[in-house]
């Protein structure tokens, strides 16, 4: 089904089911759907309103809105088209998104998952709202970079190493100020990160309420906190439960309440992958939370279908450093970084228990196998796309295909 801003009944339509008949059925609509939905009445407004919010208490539990998995895709070849996917996991579908094409500077990349962009020697392009609508295009940064952290702490965007060996210092660390519209150079990287100071071998994760940024070497644990008010770094820190199982590869995330979560990844044969809650302040590693079931693990391993046959042959097999994860609220996406891969999402229960339920998310993102050759990389992250996201991009000619339920 395609949702545009023209899905609309008529009033007529709308009087024959109301109330709490209504607000039931609209628990179980894609939130995609409520959107139309929302501008037949003013009766029906509040019915969508009111199934999201769970009003009405007593044991009614909401059908709330959780954090989309979104999927890009860009051609190599001109006009450099980009495909985008999504999956809502309130409402266990995937959605293609059909918008302009975003004008090409660069590779899209993303190290964080609120963020995308694009950098040349001479321009910057990045995006950061929910359903990525709008871009801002600034000039780049001093530093030629390839590959660097990027993550927007507050109202300013970190860029850190990833540069060309033939630069002075390899970890120079740059800050944009959105409000100012200027670059600033900060504290250098530690040393100790001279050799991975790349997206590729570091897990960054923000923390929106203190406005600092933590960056993690994903094959050590060692560990730093950046605070852009005062341009430097603190640490370090040892990432590392006490267990006796080998971790090769960690990644880091705040769910709610801020609570810092470690994803570790067990074994160069990814033989388990678990959760820890760590200490926000202290950065110790707090509790265990959480183990991936084991076949689950299996399922990212092994070949079930013709598709994983195939993306077998492009990308070989999954190893500890062809896994991402993307972390927002209490959902955690763990995934094959390749055209087709595996998706496995936890949801983190909100009780304060740390309880997790673990499933698997059948990719039907519609990536074609065939065309690996064709795309410079698949980029994966999380976004809190809510209603009035979703009012605005259908307001702008966006279109929303639903198209199967996962």
Same mark, same amino acid.
């Given at each position: 089904m395609e949702v545009t801003g023209d899905n609309l009944l008529t009033p007529e339509d709308s009087n024959q089911i109301h109330g709490d008949i209504l607000e039931s059925i609209f628990n179980h609509v894609p939130l995609v759907d409520l959107v139309p939905a929302s501008y037949v009445s003013k009766s029906w407004k509040l019915a969508v309103s009111t199934s999201l919010q769970g009003a009405g208490g007593g044991s009614r539990r909401p059908n709330r809105i959780k954090p989309w998995l979104l999927i890009y895709t860009q051609n190599t070849r001109f006009p450099h088209s980009t495909t985008a996917h999504a999956y809502d996991p309130r409402s266990h579908v995937w959605i293609e998104i059909h918008e302009p094409s975003i004008k090409f500077i660069s590779a899209l990349r993303s190290s964080h998952s609120t963020l995308l962009y694009m950098l040349s020697p001479s321009s910057f392009s990045l995006s950061y709202d929910p359903l990525h609508l709008t871009w801002q295009h600034i000039k780049a940064p001093l530093i030629w970079r390839i590959d660097p952290i990027v993550a927007m702490v507050g109202k300013r965007v970190i860029i850190a190493g990833g540069t060309f060996d033939f630069e002075d210092d390899p970890l120079a660390v740059e800050m944009y100020d959105l409000e100012t519209c200027k670059w600033e150079m900060c504290e250098s990287m530690p040393a100790i990160l001279r050799?991975?100071? =790349?997206?590729?071998?570091?897990?960054?994760?923000?923390?929106?309420?203190?406005?600092?940024?933590?960056?993690?070497? *994903?094959?050590?644990?060692?560990?730093? =906190?950046?605070?852009?008010?005062?341009?430097?770094?603190? $640490?370090?820190? %040892?990432?590392?439960?006490?267990?006796?199982?080998?971790?090769?590869?960690?990644? @880091? !995330?705040?769910?709610?309440?801020?609570?810092?979560? +470690?994803?570790? @990844?067990? $074994?160069? /044969?990814?033989?388990?992958? *678990?959760?820890?809650?760590? #200490? $926000?302040?202290?950065?110790?590693? +707090?509790? &265990?939370?959480?183990?991936?079931?084991?076949?689950?693990?299996? %399922?990212?391993?092994?070949? =079930?279908? &013709?598709?994983?046959?195939?993306?077998?042959?492009?990308?070989?097999?999954?190893?500890?450093?062809?896994? $991402?994860?993307?972390?927002?609220?209490?959902?955690?996406?763990?995934?094959?970084?390749?055209? !087709?891969?595996? @998706?496995?999402?936890?949801?983190?229960?909100?009780? !304060?228990?740390?309880?997790? =339920?673990?499933?698997?998310? *059948?990719?039907?993102?519609?990536?074609?196998? #065939? %065309?690996?050759?064709?795309?410079?990389?698949?980029?994966?992250?999380?976004?809190?796309? !809510?209603? /009035? /996201?979703? #009012?605005?991009?259908?307001?702008?000619? %966006?279109?929303?295909?639903? *198209?199967?339920?996962?």
């Open positions: 050799e991975s100071a =790349s997206s590729a071998w570091l897990s960054i994760a923000v923390n929106s309420n203190k406005n600092k940024m933590y960056v993690v070497e *994903k094959s050590t644990g060692v560990a730093y =906190s950046f605070d852009p008010s005062i341009k430097a770094w603190q $640490g370090p820190y %040892r990432l590392r439960p006490q267990t006796t199982s080998t971790i090769s590869h960690c990644f @880091i !995330g705040f769910a709610n309440h801020d609570r810092l979560i +470690f994803v570790g @990844i067990i $074994g160069d /044969d990814i033989k388990s992958i *678990k959760l820890w809650e760590v #200490d $926000g302040e202290s950065l110790e590693v +707090f509790r &265990e939370i959480g183990e991936m079931p084991k076949q689950l693990v299996e %399922r990212m391993k092994v070949i =079930s279908s &013709e598709d994983d046959a195939e993306n077998m042959i492009c990308f070989g097999m999954p190893t500890p450093s062809s896994i $991402g994860v993307s972390l927002m609220d209490d959902l955690v996406y763990v995934y094959i970084n390749s055209v !087709g891969g595996a @998706i496995i999402m936890c949801e983190i229960s909100g009780d !304060g228990s740390g309880a997790c =339920s673990w499933t698997s998310v *059948k990719n039907v993102s519609g990536i074609d196998i #065939d %065309r690996c050759k064709l795309t410079q990389g698949t980029v994966l992250g999380c976004s809190r796309v !809510g209603f /009035d /996201d979703l #009012d605005k991009a259908l307001r702008e000619s %966006r279109k929303f295909h639903v *198209k199967e339920t996962a």
